[in-house]
Nanobody, 125 residues
Framework: VQLVESGGGLVQAGDSLRLSCAVS????????VAWFRQAPGKAREFVGG????????SYADSVRGRFAISRELATNTVFLQMDSLNVEDTATYYC???????????????????WGQGTQVTVSS
């Protein structure tokens, strides 16, 4: 299973970005996927996740209402739409999945065993 993130970059506060996570070796329609982020000097934290059905999502309080997860089964790709970005959103963003077929959204880093390499998002004030 491989996950490859893309779409990061340098933006100004208030701007939007859309991250992509291309998944291979795994059919998204059977597994939950999550986004995490890690800022310098901080622990990796849960950002949001989508259930295997695609009908359920969960978000961290810090991004709820600004970020949205979607997926495109035809390309086996998951997206993280990020709006109203602020400086505190600066981090490396990772997508992740696990081996829980038909599993629900898990919030903890240790509950995912497949990770992408990450994509850097930097928000300037």
């Amino acid at each position: 299973v491989q996950l490859v993130e893309s779409g990061g970059g340098l933006v100004q506060a208030g701007d939007s970005l859309r991250l992509s996570c291309a998944v291979s070796g795994r059919t998204l329609s059977y597994y939950a996927v999550a986004w995490f982020r890690q800022a310098p000097g901080k622990a990796r934290e849960f950002v949001g996740g989508m259930s295997w059905t695609g009908r359920s999502t969960s978000y961290a309080d810090s991004v709820r209402g600004r970020f949205a997860i979607s997926r495109e089964l035809a390309t086996n790709t998951v997206f993280l739409q990020m709006d109203s970005l602020n400086v505190e959103d600066t981090a490396t963003y990772y997508c992740a999945t696990n081996d829980r077929r038909h599993g629900d959204i898990r919030l903890k880093e240790f509950e995912y065993n497949y990770w992408g390499q990450g994509t850097q998002v930097t928000v300037s004030s």
